[in-house]
């Protein structure tokens, strides 16, 4: 049934205040306050004690897992409770584990997650207050700005020059007018002009506006209830894909293993624990655990390094940038912008043109910017008595700011924005002996001086203005006004900049430049960082250029010069052909850039448009910040893959070996505890290579989704993996003639020891002695292997089905590890060195 509320664009203002409680001055602090109260604050968290169960609990969700608690509880009830409790005691400790390292990461992305939480404009007790999104309450007036994305639904109160982004609720690309008014009941969603979305963001103007809906009940909220969509990125898919892959090999092996031992007469709790056992040791269990621990980890360092990570799936993908895409001002530059002169036609300086561009800059309310920012910090020569009687806000297509103020003699109407734009709705000029008249004759020399600045690297925008009779402020009054000048700035390039371009450059990322600002300005600025004959390409000749083309001369370009915000998509989409692309940028201007990157970044004091559309938001603008991040994105990338070979090499190899050995052998190579010990010994440590150290060369390359890579390195260490199973099986069972206890005991302990081992010689693609491991990987695989050598002579020994090992038989043990470590190291140099040269 459709409710007022659900069609509330039919009625007035008025009509909404009174039904709501409010007025035009916003709700009380204290009806909020009841207000949230009422609705459970619109959050439905889960306590920390209901997570923390249920992540446990998802420990054991998995199907095999489950099948062998089954199986180990049927064995109970039919009389074998020797090893229930040892079995039941080694799961719940990998779960344990699992559930500590994953609580952990989830903290961290929680953490990252409070750092960005989106704040909204309201006005509480009459005053405008800052507040979260999820306090904004039904009733309550919001006021908003250009950037500012919409916390609820509601009803435009006022509007000056409002211009609204819909494009994510009706797929109209362009900004749509919004002002006050009322519509019929059965106005389509994308005529609603006197409405305002939540999710949608503002591109220019101001409002004032009234929360109709707020959470589920808005129409965004409603869509999201119904549909969630999460797109993987390609290292995600390669994982799942490959994780996959081992599992179904896993199930053939171990529905396999038990059909041969029930055909041999082996009892069929036995055969039936000893398969499911082995299924589990062998399946990749950890690796969507290893792969979430190792991003989050990497977001805690990117967290000190300060870049906060918004989308933990995409620290993978920073890995994989070569190419970053940044504007100019303030990370090239300081991005403070300096006023270096405001001057009339004539060059000279001018306090006519001062008293002009402070007005403009002091009474804007938009778009909030440096420039405005640097010009409201200028003292006009005199004192006149001024008022503000209207505004045309900024926008990205006229690129000019109106501002109409009144004072005792007349009323004016003062823009300033970009030259080219300005001069196009000048019709006279004002000279320096104050006297008016046509432009047209000087056109040529302002053209020829604009320029000029631009060579020098000082940024030149344009001030004009004209008498006005009307109160009635619109862009229509923009026509038939008088240039009075130039506002010249100086942004000075960072300091340390080269030296950052220079890291960029050994992590083999490029740089490219994409502003909108003048091509001499660019140039100038390309020159100062070291780029001795830039390759500028302007916005105009980007327009004359076809995408096929643009696709082979973006390759080239250091600089994109005077762009408009539509081009900068275009320009990105072009660089994909060739580059995985991160994107740098923080106005409004930026967003679809940002969007269409592989890798969006934005800063902590962006729009909120930008920083909700990122990836990865810094709390420093600056360049080295992102060196710093990709590096972590690397370390990420290569420390996930090492489990994948662990998985992939010894650890499959090994349990292969002990499944096969199973149907030669009188009684079982391993029993059930044995092989789940083998898992909790080695997944122990396996979990700290998520904080291991990565070798140099391994960060000075993107890291690359290889699976002919995984594919060879699983076929060569598993053929090598079982060559020294068959070792071991020879001269424990030929040789040393041993028992069903020793040999489960050495077979064990070479199991674990190899299994353990093998992380030293594939976390580096050098020799192992070359390369330092990260300190807890390295303790914790210690503490492990001597757990492993000692277990047999400890008092419980026989419990687990161990018996200690005669000094030969260790010995020889040992000695096999040995040869296996030595020859695994020269197998796998060979190896990554083919594949390198490949």
């Not at 109106?402 to 000029?429: D, P, R, Y």
């Not at 020891?753 to 390295?778: A, C, D, M, W």
Request: hydrophobic share 45%; with cysteine.
């Amino acid at each position: 049934m459709q409710t007022a509320e659900n069609k509330f664009w039919q009625f007035d203002a008025n009509y909404w205040l009174k039904n709501l409680n409010s007025s035009v001055s916003g709700l009380s602090q204290s009806e909020a306050d009841k207000i949230l109260r009422e609705n459970g604050l619109h959050l439905k968290n889960q306590s920390a004690l209901k997570k923390d169960v249920l992540l446990f609990v998802g420990q054991f969700k998995s199907p095999l897992m489950l099948l062998l608690i089954a199986a180990v509880i049927i064995s109970a009830f039919l009389g074998d409770t020797s090893d229930v409790f040892i079995i039941l005691f080694i799961v719940l400790s990998s779960g344990l584990l699992s559930f500590f390292q994953e609580r952990n990461a989830g903290r961290v992305v929680e953490k990252l997650q409070s750092m960005l939480s989106l704040k909204a404009t309201v006005l509480r007790d009459g005053l405008p207050r800052e507040i979260v999104v999820t306090q904004v309450v039904k009733g309550d007036v919001i006021i908003l700005k250009a950037g500012d994305i919409l916390p609820a639904d509601g009803l435009i109160l006022e509007s000056d020059e409002l211009y609204a982004n819909e494009a994510s609720l009706t797929g109209e690309s362009y900004p749509v007018r919004k002002e006050a008014g009322v519509l019929d009941e059965q106005t389509l969603l994308a005529k609603r002009t006197n409405c305002l979305w939540q999710g949608t963001n503002i591109v220019s103007g101001n409002a004032k506006a009234l929360v109709i809906q707020t959470g589920e009940e808005t129409i965004f909220g409603s869509i999201a209830k119904n549909v969630s969509v999460k797109v993987e990125t390609s290292f995600e898919k390669g994982i799942k894909d490959f994780g996959l892959f081992l599992m179904k090999i896993t199930l053939l092996l171990g529905v396999f293993i038990l059909a041969v031992n029930l055909l041999n007469h082996k009892g069929i709790i036995d055969s039936a624990l000893f398969a499911l056992a082995l299924v589990v040791g062998m399946a990749p269990e950890l690796l969507p655990a290893i792969t979430s621990i190792a991003m989050s980890a990497g977001a805690k360092r990117l967290l000190d390094r300060k870049v906060i990570v918004k989308k933990l799936n995409s620290i993978q993908n920073l890995g994989e940038v070569n190419l970053l895409c940044t504007d100019k001002t303030g990370t090239i530059t300081e991005g403070i912008i300096k006023i270096a002169g405001i001057i009339d036609e004539s060059g000279e300086e001018s306090s006519f043109v001062k008293e002009l561009a402070f007005w403009n800059s002091t009474f804007e309310t938009g778009y909030s910017n440096p420039i405005d920012e640097a010009l409201k910090q200028i003292k006009p020569d005199t004192n006149n008595s001024v008022e503000k009687i209207g505004e045309v806000p900024y926008d990205f297509n006229r690129k000019r700011l109106s501002i109409a103020i009144s004072s005792k003699k007349e009323n004016l109407l003062i823009t300033k924005g970009a030259f080219t734009q300005v001069l196009e709705i000048c019709s006279a000029i004002r000279l320096s002996n104050e006297k008016v008249e046509n432009i047209d004759a000087h056109k040529e020399e302002l053209e020829r001086k604009f320029t000029e600045f631009g060579m020098k690297g000082l940024r030149a925008i344009a001030v004009c203005y004209k008498n006005i009779d009307t109160t009635q402020v619109t862009k229509n009054l923009e026509s038939e006004m008088i240039f009075a000048g130039f506002v010249l700035m100086n942004d000075p390039v960072k300091s340390g900049i080269t030296e950052t371009i220079d890291e960029l450059h050994k992590l083999s990322v490029g740089l490219k430049i994409i502003t909108g600002d003048n091509a001499n300005v660019a140039g100038a600025t390309a020159r100062n960082i070291g780029i001795e004959n830039p390759v500028i390409m302007s916005g105009k000749e980007l327009s004359n250029t076809s995408q096929e083309a643009l696709i082979q001369l973006v390759k080239n370009v250091h600089i994109f010069a005077e762009v408009e915000p539509q081009q900068k998509e275009r320009i990105i989409l072009a660089l994909k052909g060739t580059y995985t692309v991160a994107y740098m940028g923080d106005g409004i201007n930026d967003v679809s850039a940002i969007n269409a990157a592989d890798v969006g970044i934005s800063v902590d004091n962006a729009v909120d448009v930008a920083r909700e559309a990122a990836d990865f938001v810094l709390l420093e603008k600056d360049l080295m910040v992102i060196a710093h991040g990709i590096r972590e994105g690397r370390k990420t990338f290569a420390n996930t893959l090492k489990y994948l070979y662990i998985s992939t090499g010894s650890t499959f190899g090994n349990m292969c070996s002990v499944a096969f050995a199973s149907l030669a052998l009188p009684f079982l190579p391993m029993l059930p505890k044995q092989i789940l010990l083998t898992n909790f010994l080695t997944d122990f440590p396996f979990l700290a290579v998520s904080t291991d150290n990565v070798d140099a060369e391994q960060l000075e390359k993107p890291g690359k989704w290889d699976i002919k890579l995984i594919r060879d390195y699983m076929v060569v260490f598993g053929v090598h993996s079982s060559l020294f199973d068959l070792i071991t099986f020879t001269v424990l069972y030929f040789i040393l003639k041993v028992k069903e206890a020793e040999f489960q005991t050495g077979w064990f302990i070479e199991s674990v020891l190899t299994e353990l081992l093998i992380v030293f010689i594939i976390r580096t693609h050098k020799n192992f002695f070359k390369s330092q491991p990260g300190r807890y990987l390295f303790i914790l695989s210690i503490v492990a292997l001597i757990l492993t050598i000692g277990l047999p002579y400890l008092p419980f020994a026989k419990d687990i089905g161990f018996v200690p090992l005669p000094l030969l038989n260790l010995g020889a043990m040992l000695g096999i590890v040995a040869a296996y470590i030595l020859t695994a190291d020269l197998l796998k140099v060979w190896l990554f060195k083919r594949h390198q040269n490949a």
